[in-house]
């Protein structure tokens, strides 16, 4: 993917706590190529700021992104870190990193393997680390592509060392989602991704994460989008934020 899109102007953002690394959306991050041929493609993104009026905040983000494809296989490593202070209090301290390999069986079904670490401070976790595989299912394509819906669910075995001499836990789950792309018009696109996941002994013991993405062009260059993501993870100790969302909407300019 050539094209670069820069945040021009954030219009709102509103947050409740950090919701970075509970379930990493994929999806999202996927990018896709037009045939079988190998390459490559990468990205990183740094940002600082300080600011005070009357308390000092100072705000670090990073974002870094690398995938190969070549013939049937795609391997992907993502990495984010994320950092928010006002005054004296974190308001985000959360990084995670991911590899998944990908190897396409048929055009409608590819085996994915991964593996995952993950910190969030707010969210009462030191590390929790995962492995995990399954299959990915292509249930819709239409003809031109602009239309599409995934599908896929896998098992994971995770380790999670907490905060505060918090009890460390393990548990065996099941990862399933679902994810579309609808283009209804020329430049509309909306993208949506839901994963939820449940431990295998215990179906209320679940966490689940929905983000949806609108965009919609204002120009030849400009658009206007709208990001809303919610989470809720019922295995998290007591102290720890069980739901926690998140809402942005901005402009882009592509160039």
Do not use: C
């Not at 390459?39 to 990183?44: A, H, I, P, T």
């Amino acid at each position: 993917m050539k094209r670069v899109y820069f945040l021009y102007f954030a219009l709102l953002f509103l947050s409740h706590q950090a919701i970075n690394a509970q379930i990493v959306n994929i999806e999202e991050r996927r990018i896709k190529g037009t045939n079988d041929s190998t390459f490559w493609y990468g990205s990183l993104r740094l940002g600082a700021n300080i600011s005070k009026v009357k308390d000092q905040v100072l705000q670090f983000n990073s974002t870094g992104h690398v995938q190969y494809k070549k013939g049937r296989s795609l391997t992907l490593l993502l990495l984010d870190g994320n950092f928010l202070r006002a005054g004296n209090r974190d308001f985000q301290e959360a990084a995670f990193s991911h590899l998944r390999f990908n190897y396409k069986l048929k055009e409608w079904l590819v085996t994915e393997t991964f593996v995952q670490a993950q910190y969030n401070k707010l969210l009462l976790i030191n590390l929790r680390a995962l492995a995990g595989a399954g299959l990915r299912f292509q249930l819709l394509k239409s003809q031109d592509g602009k239309q599409r819906i995934y599908g896929g669910t896998a098992y994971l075995f995770e380790k999670n060392q907490y905060t505060d001499e918090i009890p460390n836990k393990n548990w065996h789950r099941l990862s399933s989602y679902i994810s579309f792309t609808f283009r209804p018009s020329e430049g509309v696109t909306l993208v949506s991704t839901t994963y939820f996941q449940p431990t295998l002994s215990d179906v209320a013991n679940y966490r689940l994460s929905t983000e949806w993405r609108l965009d919609t062009p204002l120009g030849k260059k400009l658009s206007f989008f709208s990001n809303f993501t919610f989470s809720r993870d019922k295995s998290l100790p007591d102290g720890a934020p069980r739901s926690v969302y998140a809402w942005l909407n901005g402009l882009a300019y592509k160039f």
